[in-house]
């Protein structure tokens, strides 16, 4: 039995790190992916995890299922596909903060095909997360709904972070209605400051979570940046301020955010539609430390702390 099971992207993020004698830009190769950066932050901090989703039969493609395997993260819903290539994203950094240029025309984790998700797989979890880059084309659209209105069949909580990147869609409306589609179906879902607006026509975090939870959410989290992060259900909303860092990359810090979430779901156990004030306090807290240690660190997953380490800064 697992933990979480997440569905989605898998890919390599090309960071900066320096320029050659010649003055040319130099790429650090990364392995990411906001649902891979989710799973390797949970299973740093002891949870157990699968990952369902397609890579390049390529060297990009066996680095990410070696990587995956390396952080304890079971690979048997991984494709390798011989006849796509695996999606390249190219980060640029300025002050910590990232933009990205994607190579993703097709990528192999947009071709996941329905028929390939394990539906096996899928109850043997008690959380399914996905994000919203597998919903930006077909056939992986239809895979991650499949995949979704299985796990919901199955009693498995839906966890959801949408992780909105304006350059793989083919408009904010298009984004907006894919985006919006599966909320209904969420249980636990994340969004950031940025993204409320898009996702539930409110700009106020706070009421943009409360719209979340008018449609059937329940517990519903919005990252606030530096001011940390708020979360709201039908009973309470709290917030928490995480501690000063000096940032080197924030690439992957939502996603550790959200593993160290999880991670107190699965280590307490509750439901969120059971969840206290002070519980929801202290998931917050605790997520706070981990995001903070992983943007000390460069890239995503190599970036993700250990449960020792997050309970030390605790």
């Known amino acids: 039995m697992f933990d979480v099971i997440a569905l989605g992207e898998l890919l390599i993020d090309f960071t900066p790190y320096g320029t050659s004698r010649d003055g040319r830009a130099l790429f650090e190769q990364n392995p990411g992916g906001a649902p891979a950066n989710v799973l390797a932050a949970l299973s740093r901090l002891g949870q157990k995890t699968a990952f369902i989703g397609k890579v390049g039969e390529d060297m990009h493609g066996h680095l990410l299922k070696d990587t995956l395997e390396e952080c304890g993260i079971n690979t048997s819903g991984l494709i390798l596909d011989p006849d796509y290539f695996t999606t390249l994203a190219f980060v640029a950094l300025e002050n910590g903060e990232r933009s990205f240029s994607f190579a993703r025309k097709p990528g192999a984790d947009t071709r996941l095909r329905k028929e390939e998700v394990s539906e096996n797989l899928l109850k043997q979890t008690r959380i399914f997360h996905c994000g919203s880059l597998s919903l930006t084309d077909e056939p992986s659209r239809s895979a991650t709904l499949y995949a979704v209105d299985q796990a919901k069949k199955n009693g498995v909580l839906i966890s959801y972070d949408p992780n909105y990147r304006a350059l793989l869609w083919k408009s904010p409306q298009d984004a907006m209605e894919q985006m919006r589609s599966i909320i ?16 539930t026509g409110a700009e106020n975090p706070e009421e943009a979570a409360g719209r979340l939870i008018d449609q059937g959410v329940s517990c519903a989290v919005v990252t606030l940046g530096k001011d940390g992060a708020l979360m709201r259900t039908k009973d309470f909303v709290v917030r928490a301020k995480g501690a000063d860092r000096k940032v ?5 810090a939502g996603d550790s955010f959200w593993g160290g979430i999880l991670s107190r779901f699965c280590f307490t156990g509750i439901h969120p539609d059971d969840l206290t004030e002070d519980q929801g306090l202290e998931f917050l807290k605790f997520a706070n430390a981990v995001a903070g240690l992983c943007v000390e660190k460069r890239g995503a997953i190599p970036a993700m702390p250990s449960l020792d380490e997050v309970l030390a800064q605790l």
């Open 184 to 199: 209904p179906s969420v249980d636990i879902m994340k969004i950031s400051d940025e993204e409320t607006t898009l996702l």
């Open 248 to 252: 080197t990359d924030t690439t992957g």
